[in-house]
């Protein structure tokens, strides 16, 4: 038995959750993934996987199994890769990535980056909700947090620190009049995020007010809000780096450009490990690079 090609068909079981999802992403067959399993299964002398006709799931040993066959995968990559000397980054990478950076932000960093890293395959999944990276299979996730991340197992790179301003379009300033003070807020539309009842409004450190918010429109999704914002439905709260294009190009215009709602820091989350691969490092730096780069207004 090839204990590697054991080991990465056994992650990729993990990782897609099916026979048939495993099968093809490794371009092989369903019985030839179902043979590997049984043999590594025979070879350790435990039950990997629990099997129904619906699903699979881990066994305790599973778990500390998957997670040994993570690091060591990605050491051996790594390893690979580095020998490599004249060879670029390649190989697929899945990242994790908030709707509003796979939204309204990707259009400005992932054409740079395939043009730059042409061998690296992006396996991308959105969703706001912090992913398990070793359990979910995720090489790296980007993260927008308003405290510091403090998970201890993750190694997390802050890439910039946003804050968070008031926008309008130019027709909806128009049509209202443009607030001139904090308490103009109070005759305004203003359009919120979800779990924002209150916005706490800020000029530097000091808190100045709570205003009341998203009384005419609430959202779950930020690119909902961005969208209504520009076609003029009222004034909404982003981070400076979501809007920065859009207020170049005058879709939008800052409100109380002296106000904040605080701010917010993009974070790159990965695994701890001795040897981080090389097209993880590929990416990460890119998005460092890519934040820094790239001025605001």
């Given at each position: 038995?090839?204990?590697?090609?054991?080991?990465?068909?056994?992650?990729?079981?993990?990782?897609?959750?099916?026979?048939?999802?495993?099968?093809?992403?490794?371009?092989?067959?369903?019985?030839?993934?179902?043979?590997?399993?049984?043999?590594?299964?025979?070879?350790?002398?435990?039950?990997?996987?629990?099997?129904?006709?619906?699903?699979?799931?881990?066994?305790?040993?599973?778990?500390?199994?998957?997670?040994?066959?993570?690091?060591?995968?990605?050491?051996?990559?790594?390893?690979?890769?580095?020998?490599?000397?004249?060879?670029?980054?390649?190989?697929?990478?899945?990242?994790?990535?908030?709707?509003?950076?796979?939204?309204?932000?990707?259009?400005?960093?992932?054409?740079?980056?395939?043009?730059?890293?042409?061998?690296?395959?992006?396996?991308?999944?959105c969703s706001d909700p912090l992913v398990d990276l070793v359990a979910d299979g995720f090489d790296v996730a980007l993260r927008i947090s308003g405290p510091p991340l403090s998970d201890s197992t993750m190694v997390a790179r802050l890439l910039t620190v946003s804050p968070?301003?008031?926008?309008?379009?130019?027709a909806y300033l128009y049509r209202r009049g443009l607030p001139r003070g904090v308490d103009d807020l109070l005759a305004h539309s203003l359009l919120a995020y979800a779990d924002e009842a209150h916005w706490q409004l800020h000029m530097g450190e000091q808190t100045v007010?709570?205003?009341?918010?998203?009384?005419?429109?609430?959202?779950?999704?930020?690119?909902?809000?961005?969208?209504?914002?520009?076609?003029?439905?009222?004034?909404?709260?982003?981070?400076?780096?979501?809007?920065?294009?859009?207020?170049?190009?005058?879709?939008?215009?800052?409100?109380?450009?002296?106000?904040?709602?605080?701010?917010?820091?993009?974070?790159?989350?990965?695994?701890?490990?001795?040897?981080?691969?090389?097209?993880?490092?590929?990416?990460?730096?890119?998005?460092?690079?890519?934040?820094?780069?790239?001025?605001?207004?």
């Amino acid at each position: 038995m090839n204990q590697l090609l054991a080991m990465r068909i056994f992650r990729c079981l993990v990782e897609t959750r099916s026979f048939t999802g495993a099968a093809e992403r490794l371009e092989t067959t369903h019985s030839t993934v179902s043979r590997q399993l049984q043999q590594l299964e025979s070879e350790l002398g435990a039950r990997l996987l629990n099997r129904t006709s619906r699903q699979l799931s881990l066994t305790d040993a599973g778990k500390r199994y998957y997670t040994a066959c993570v690091d060591i995968l990605q050491r051996v990559d790594a390893a690979a890769e580095e020998a490599r000397v004249h060879k670029q980054p390649s190989g697929r990478l899945r990242i994790s990535v908030p709707l509003v950076l796979g939204t309204l932000e990707l259009p400005f960093w992932l054409p740079a980056f395939q043009e730059r890293f042409p061998d690296i395959q992006l396996d991308m999944s959105c969703s706001d909700p912090l992913v398990d990276l070793v359990a979910d299979g995720f090489d790296v996730a980007l993260r927008i947090s308003g405290p510091p991340l403090s998970d201890s197992t993750m190694v997390a790179r802050l890439l910039t620190v946003s804050p968070m301003v008031l926008v309008a379009s130019p027709a909806y300033l128009y049509r209202r009049g443009l607030p001139r003070g904090v308490d103009d807020l109070l005759a305004h539309s203003l359009l919120a995020y979800a779990d924002e009842a209150h916005w706490q409004l800020h000029m530097g450190e000091q808190t100045v007010q709570s205003v009341d918010a998203g009384r005419q429109l609430r959202s779950d999704s930020i690119a909902a809000l961005h969208t209504a914002a520009v076609a003029g439905l009222g004034i909404a709260a982003f981070t400076l780096a979501t809007v920065a294009r859009d207020l170049r190009a005058g879709r939008l215009v800052r409100v109380l450009p002296e106000v904040t709602l605080g701010a917010r820091s993009y974070y790159a989350l990965y695994p701890s490990a001795a040897h981080l691969p090389a097209k993880v490092r590929a990416f990460v730096d890119f998005m460092a690079d890519h934040y820094q780069a790239d001025p605001v207004p």
